[in-house]
């Protein structure tokens, strides 16, 4: 079983920047994609970010310029650093990673959630 860990969400002003860290853990042998999704009140989950194993990564149109992705393959952790935040990036933030575990079965993770809130 793998476990997803989040940190990092709080309250911002409009303009200011937070750093989303996610920590897998588990019984992991592999990770392949990892990727932050975000879901705002009354609004349906979507995706932000994504980072292949190989560190090629892909952006919603509505955060490119102002997030950035990477990992840490040595620590199994995804991170977020979101700059010029705006009340828009409001929402629960939640990361995913899928791969392979020790006993060789596929898994797809999900973190718990971090609230992110943009005052104006």
């Known amino acids: 079983q793998v476990q997803l860990v989040e940190s990092g969400g709080g309250l911002v002003q409009a303009g200011g920047s937070l750093r989303l860290s996610c920590a897998a853990s588990?019984?992991?042998?592999?990770?392949?994609?990892m990727g932050w999704h975000r879901q705002a009140p009354g609004k349906q989950r979507e995706l932000v970010a994504t980072?292949?194993?190989?560190?090629?990564?892909d952006y919603a149109d509505s955060v490119k310029g102002r997030f950035t992705i990477s990992r840490d393959n040595a620590k199994n952790t995804v991170y977020l650093q979101m700059n010029s935040l705006k009340p828009e990036d409001t929402a629960v933030y939640y990361c995913?990673?899928?791969?392979?575990?020790?006993?060789?079965?596929?898994?797809?993770?999900w973190g718990q959630g971090t609230q992110v809130t943009v005052s104006s």
């Open positions: 588990g019984s992991i042998f592999k990770i392949n994609a």
């Open positions: 980072i292949t194993g190989g560190g090629n990564t």
């Open positions: 995913n990673a899928g791969g392979m575990g020790t006993d060789w079965r596929v898994f797809d993770s």
